[in-house]
């Protein structure tokens, strides 16, 4: 493993348009996360898989997010009807669930540029 | 709630004098800590963490913190700073409440180093 690999690492949408987003965690990992950094501002905490399952949304994440992890490997986050508050660094990190484990990965993160 | 505040959202060392980045922490629960580094187009890197063993916790690239509870405080310092340590700094808290594991980070903190 090579760590967390985000796809793309750029990409700039026109208003409206729907955008998706790949997040390949680290293979033996059951914990993946989703966070949204914008300008000047730490990350926040967006949504959270154990395996397969979604277990936890933040109340940033709107209507128009969706995420899943169908087999509990890689996972999708998807904007629907994008708006410019979205421009956004999404960045995605896993973990694995074990005690007194604190080992978080993140990946590069994927740059959302609505114009 | 937990929560973290960054004391300094930019500090500005020469090269070869000591780093000191201020984050106090506000927890109900005995806290995870985080110091995490974010260079630019690169992923989030740990750069060391405290869980309730040892107070001084000795990180990557000469950095180290030691977490305070009468102060609330867990401050990161390196004696001597690199032109390499300019970067974003975040301290981070382990939400302890669910056990979901998410992070709660604070505003960052840029350091910048100068020959």
């Known amino acids: 493993d090579t760590g967390v690999s985000q796809n793309p690492r750029h990409k700039i949408t026109k208003r409206g348009q729907n955008v998706t987003f790949r997040c390949d965690p680290i293979s033996e990992h059951n914990r993946l996360y989703w966070y949204r950094q914008t300008l000047g501002q730490g990350p926040e905490f967006l949504t959270y898989?154990?395996?397969?399952?979604?277990?936890?949304k933040s109340r940033l994440l709107s209507d128009r997010f969706s995420a899943e992890r169908p087999k509990g490997s890689f996972s999708t986050l998807e904007i629907q009807r994008t708006e410019q508050g979205d421009s956004a660094m999404y960045l995605c990190a896993s973990s694995l669930a074990r005690t007194g484990n604190y080992g978080y990965t993140f990946g590069s993160g994927t740059r959302l540029t609505v114009v | 709630a937990q929560s973290v505040t960054q004391l300094d959202s930019h500090v500005s060392v020469s090269e070869g004098t000591p780093v000191l980045l201020r984050c106090n922490y506000s927890?109900?629960?005995?806290?995870?800590l985080f110091w995490y580094v974010q260079h630019p187009n690169k992923g989030l890197q740990l750069l060391l963490k405290y869980t309730s063993a040892a107070t001084l916790v000795k990180g990557i690239n000469g950095f180290e913190a030691e977490f305070k509870k009468s102060e609330t405080s867990f401050h990161l310092t390196k004696p001597s700073a690199h032109m390499s340590d300019a970067a974003e700094y975040f301290c981070v808290v382990r939400h302890g409440s669910s056990n979901t594991g998410k992070l709660i980070f604070g505003q960052g903190t840029t350091l910048q180093v100068k020959p």
């Open positions: 927890s109900s629960y005995s806290p995870s």
């Open positions: 898989f154990q395996n397969e399952a979604q277990l936890e």
